[in-house]
């Protein structure tokens, strides 16, 4: 069986806790951030887990994650 390659693209957005879920960042925090309010920036800093619904292709695209 060949190795399988994992997606660039996922591997820099996802990453696995050790719980096996998936943390990734939030949206909305890469430009115009002069009309957000300092605490919906605040808000946005901290990581948010990957809804469950998308957690099984997660998986699929980080095979060795």
Known sequence: MPKLKTNRGA???FRKTASGR???A???R???L???STKRKRHL???SQ???ADV????RLLPYS
Do not use: G, M
Not at 56 to 59: D, N
């Open 22 to 24: 998936f943390k990734c």
């Open 34 to 36: 002069t009309k957000k």
């Open 45 to 47: 800093r901290s990581p």
């Open 56 to 59: 099984r292709s997660a998986a």
């Open 30 to 32: 890469r430009h115009i």
């Open 26 to 28: 939030h949206s909305h």
């Open 11 to 13: 591997a820099k957005r």
């Open 50 to 52: 990957l809804h469950a």
